[in-house]
Antibody, heavy 118, light 109 residues
Framework: QVQLVESGGGLVKPGGSLRLSCAASGFTFSDYYMSWIRQAPGKGLEWVSYISSSTSTNYADSVKGRFTISRDNAKNSLYLQMNSLRAEDTAVYYC????????????WGQGTLVTVSS | EIVLTQSPGTLSLSPGERATLSCRASQSVSSGYLAWYQQKPGQAPRLLIYGASSRATGIPDRFSGSGSGTDFTLTISRLEPEDFAVYYCQQYGSSPPITFGQGTRLEIK
């Protein structure tokens, strides 16, 4: 069965950096687009970024230039490098499998909490 | 940017009743690119409906989606206790490629 497990969240000071990871299993990882979505405490869902199977990328304006999405198909892993973090980046970050042809996010991980605070 | 507006913000119903949730887009959305998700407290969202009306794997048939253009609807025919949650619509477009509605909270009356 498809499984996505995020890790790497934690407490970081404003201006700091953090790298999130997402370990995928149960499907041929290299065949699929993958995406990061976040949810601030008590708020709705916000798309952050996606990466294609051929590593083309796209970012929300709110994170462009600060966040970098990448993948390692040999390790079945997705990453999100987050730099210049701000208080407004505080959220649970979910990785999800992204079916580009239909725009749907069909499997989600359980999320990892990132808190940006001094 | 396509903005999705969900209504109502909160819906209070009893088990066994029918729930109708609305998602209105600021511009026309291709029906193939409209999805619905369910999120329970402390859990990740779960895909319910994609392509406006296709049920995702394992989703009970009491969940159905409909609509086209700018108006879409998620209907739950007979509410079960486990259906009380927050529901989000989502569309795929050009820039940004993925946007979500603000959510409808379905609570027990």
């Amino acid at each position: 069965q498809v499984q996505l497990v995020e890790s790497g969240g934690g407490l970081v000071k404003p201006g700091g950096s953090l790298r999130l990871s997402c370990a995928a299993s149960g499907f041929t990882f290299s065949d699929y687009y993958m995406s990061w979505i976040r949810q601030a405490p008590g708020k709705g869902l916000e798309w952050v970024s996606y990466i294609s199977s051929s590593t083309s990328t796209n970012y929300a304006d709110s994170v462009k230039g600060r966040f970098t999405i990448s993948r390692d198909n040999a390790k079945n892993s997705l990453y999100l490098q987050m730099n210049s973090l701000r208080a407004e980046d505080t959220a649970v970050y979910y990785c999800a499998r992204y079916r580009y042809s239909s725009g749907r996010l069909d499997y989600w991980g359980q999320g990892t909490l990132v808190t940006v605070s001094s | 940017e396509i903005v999705l507006t969900q209504s109502p913000g909160t819906l209070s119903l009893s088990p066994g009743e029918r729930a109708t949730l609305s998602c209105r887009a600021s511009q026309s959305v291709s029906s193939g690119y409209l999805a619905w998700y369910q999120q329970k407290p402390g859990q990740a969202p779960r895909l319910l409906i994609y392509g406006a009306s296709s049920r995702a794997t394992g989703i009970p048939d009491r969940f159905s989606g409909s609509g086209s253009g700018t108006d879409f609807t998620l209907t739950i025919s007979r509410l079960e206790p486990e259906d009380f949650a927050v529901y989000y619509c989502q569309q795929y477009g050009s820039s940004p490629p993925i946007t979500f509605g603000q959510g409808t909270r379905l609570e027990i009356k």
